[in-house]
């Protein structure tokens, strides 16, 4: 895939993993992956449990050996260097922040490691403090701290050293999902002053959508796409990534036309215009049509939309900023998010359904096992 990211300009903290994995009792809990992280660029690593992302994290911070394979950050192999000497900063899900020691002298201790000189410590921490937002708070401790203070506690702590690179492992995941959203927003800021390449770990795709220059969608120890999460979510590789990212109606459909990037195909009497990823190669495909993708339309479909037939209203629920409406159309349920301002269809009602044309993913169709 074609990337298309403007990343600003930084001479320092590209990471690159070739080929590394990581075996668990003969069994790979990261099987070979290859990844290239940009300088400057916020790139998160996102997937369910068990996928392997805080794995290959955890390999880049050397707090893990890899089986196999190697770590480079700026063109240096550090596969086997000591993580306090890979010049990095980690940020814990739980902060791992000292009790005893305040807010300052918290970010100031890993400059006191490192013989940083008095003066030169304290107007490093200075503008920690200024650049997390926590003024005044400089002599509490973390217990009289909030959740989201003690994790720009950390953030600042993690980024005192000027590190080439910081890693974080979802250090959002304790907090409520308003001040998530609110947080993670300030940590690309944070991200983006300091001038530091950031991998960031999360199962959350909120958290990955508001905060990824590129992100890399992980299942079972391999990373199955890499892009920007608009791309991703517009264009999934395959049925993992569409079901992952978002709701998707997922509809089985046939090949009729080939078209420079786009390709017709056949539902029932339907014809629908799409985008195929480059993986479908046959006439069996399988359409990904995102609910805000669909619309109720007249007998006709209005330009820049392809008509799917007459449906039948099973439910219609709201839900604030958008009208949430089930559908059975051709013995098939399909989910649509319409604008709650506009005529809403009720349970029971037979409508019209049309789809943006040009816009529906196509992903090749996964073959059934047989019993």
């Known amino acids: 895939m074609s990337d298309t990211t403007t990343i600003r300009s930084t001479s320092r903290g590209e990471v690159t993993a070739t080929a590394v994995g990581l075996d668990y009792n003969g069994k790979p809990a990261l099987d070979d992956t290859d990844l290239r992280v940009h300088a400057g660029e916020f790139f998160t690593l996102l997937g369910p449990s068990g996928s392997g992302k805080t794995t290959l994290l955890r390999i880049i911070a050397g707090l893990l050996d890899p089986t196999r394979g190697r770590v480079d950050i700026d063109g240096e192999d550090v596969t086997h260097v000591p993580t306090q000497r890979r010049d990095i900063g980690f940020v814990f899900q739980n902060y791992a922040l000292f009790p005893h020691l305040t807010v300052a002298q918290n970010i100031e201790f890993g400059l006191k490691v490192r013989r940083v000189e008095g003066a030169a410590r304290q107007r490093r921490v200075a503008e920690m403090i200024e650049l997390v937002a926590l003024g005044g708070l400089g002599d509490r401790h973390p217990g009289q701290l909030s959740g989201g203070q003690q994790q720009r506690v950390a953030l600042a702590r993690a980024l005192a050293q000027g590190p080439r690179v910081l890693l974080l492992d979802e250090p959002l995941g304790a907090l409520d999902r308003a001040l998530r959203q609110d947080l993670g927003a300030e940590v690309r800021r944070i991200q983006r002053e300091s001038d530091t390449t950031a991998i960031y770990v999360t199962h959350d795709q909120d958290e990955a959508f508001i905060l990824s220059d590129r992100m890399g969608v992980m ?29 998707a109606n997922l509809i ?30 046959g006439p069996e495909a399988t ?39 089930r559908f059975e159309l051709a013995g098939t349920e399909l989910a649509a998010d319409l604008d709650p301002y506009d005529a809403v269809p009720r349970a029971g009602d037979v409508v019209s359904l049309c789809v943006r044309a040009g816009e529906v993913a196509l992903i090749p169709r996964e073959k059934t096992s047989e019993a």
């Open 287 to 325: 359409c990904v049509i995102r609910p805000e993708q669909i619309r109720v339309c007249g007998g006709e479909a209005p330009a820049g939309y392809d008509r799917l037939g007459r449906a039948r209203v099973i439910s219609s629920r709201f839900l604030g900023q958008r009208q949430s409406v």
């Open 252 to 281: 089985d459909v046939t090949v009729v036309e080939r078209s420079g990037d786009l390709a017709t195909v056949a539902w029932g009497e339907a014809r629908i215009t799409t985008r195929p990823h480059s993986a479908v190669a």
């Open 219 to 247: 299942r079972d120890g391999q990373i199955c796409q890499i892009g920007r999460p608009e791309d991703i979510y517009r264009s999934p590789a395959d049925l993992f990534v569409a079901k992952f990212l978002g709701q």
